[in-house]
């Protein structure tokens, strides 16, 4: 079964990170086990805790390699590999081994023109907007933006994951016991969508 996930692309802060621990977070809501992996070595390993998911440090190649041999024995997880920026031959070997990839880019001409190339470059992979915004009359302009830039790859766009501040709890070294509402929610959203992309059923808890 499809079980390997990858958030990559080219450029630095679109939310690879955030989308990697909403996603696995999403999954735990819906009953699922799931790893986070950490390929980023700017960033430091996140602790368990009281996350619905494993954190796990994967920033050596030989780790990663052996993480992802291990995912294969585990049918029963799931694995979201957190891929960093500006590592293009980084993403071309992880695009390879990935069951899913997702490529996610902000509202600025400047990330739609470069998710465009990734999307060109990885042909089955999938754009998500990210931190979207959540203003009426700012997603008009994004909206706008899509249409007039994304147009042709509209069918491999995800829906918008939007902007919301309590993500960032996700990232701290110790999640707190209990998220707010809608934090869950989206997370929930997010983690729908990759499941149908892998044809999975999801396992409401």
């Known amino acids: 079964m499809k079980r390997l996930i990858c958030i990559i692309g ?24 799931s790893i986070a992996v950490l390929t980023d070595t700017s960033r430091e390993p996140l602790a368990r805790g009281d996350r619905r998911y494993t954190p796990i440090d994967g920033r050596s190649p030989d780790k990663l390699e052996k993480i992802i041999a291990k995912l294969e024995s585990m049918p029963e997880w799931l694995g979201v590999i957190d891929g960093g920026g500006n590592r293009p031959e980084m993403d071309s070997q992880l695009y390879e081994v990935s069951d899913l990839v997702l ?5 600025s001409h400047e990330d739609i023109r470069t998710v465009r190339n990734d999307l060109d470059a990885f042909p089955e992979a999938y754009g998500i907007p990210s931190q979207w915004p959540t ?27 939007y902007a919301v501040s ?6 701290e070294s110790q999640v707190p016991p209990s998220l707010p ?7 929930r959203g997010l983690a729908r969508q990759v499941l149908e ?5 999801e396992e409401e808890s």
């Open 166 to 171: 309590a993500s960032k709890l996700l990232l």
């Open 197 to 201: 992309r892998l044809e999975l059923p």
């Open 135 to 161: 203003n009426a009359w700012q997603q008009m302009t994004a909206e706008r933006s899509l249409d007039e830039l994304m147009q042709d790859y509209r069918p491999r766009l995800l829906d918008p994951v």
């Open 181 to 187: 509402t809608m934090l869950n929610n989206v997370c």
């Open 10 to 33: 080219n450029k630095g802060g679109t939310g690879k990170t955030s989308i990697t621990h909403m996603l696995c977070h999403g999954f735990g809501l819906l009953g699922m086990r």
């Open 103 to 107: 490529l996610p880019f902000r509202d």
